[in-house]
């Protein structure tokens, strides 16, 4: 039912305008960035992160005169978290300290050890093997040869 529901015209008839085509409205992109910034930064009281999800992620169309606009939203909206609920509300995460901070066996550094080894060398292994499939297909089913990239497709 749900994946229906974006293409029943009934129902974007009741709704309004659906929001693939809002994308022309710059200033609706542009404040909409803006406030996923403030969420972010709300969220984990973090205006950096905010601002810098948005310049990875969430902004296509990214435009640097918005830069300091999003950053100060995120600013603003860490603001009101203090405002609503204290120093505390920023420093909520708290970290375990004295006694029972050293009581990690030291045997358990030798098993982070291994396991970054393992996942180290199982990484480089991927990369290879990803890079042989990359050479192979560039040579074997390439855009000259359609009927072999729909097998590939397919397979």
């Not at 066996?105 to 996942?119: H, T």
């Not at 009927?147 to 590939?152: G, I, Q």
């Amino acid at each position: 039912l749900c994946s229906r529901l974006p293409q029943s015209p009934r129902i974007w008839s009741i709704l309004g305008q659906p929001p693939a085509t809002v994308g022309d409205d710059v200033y609706l992109r542009d404040y909409t960035s803006i406030g996923a910034a403030c969420g972010i930064a709300a969220a984990f009281r973090a205006p950096i992160a905010g601002t810098l999800f948005i310049v990875e992620e969430a902004a296509s169309h990214f435009k640097k005169e918005n830069l300091a606009n999003i950053f100060f939203g995120g600013l603003a909206a860490l603001e009101v978290i203090l405002l609503n609920g204290g120093a505390g509300a920023v420093l909520e995460y708290k970290v375990q300290t004295g006694e029972g901070c050293s009581s990690t066996p030291p045997w358990s550094f030798l098993f982070f050890l291994v396991v970054g080894c393992i996942c180290g060398v199982a990484g480089a292994a991927f990369n290879a093997l990803n890079i042989k499939v990359m050479v192979w297909r560039a040579r074997n089913c390439n855009a000259t040869m359609p009927k072999k990239r729909v097998l590939e497709l397919v397979l």
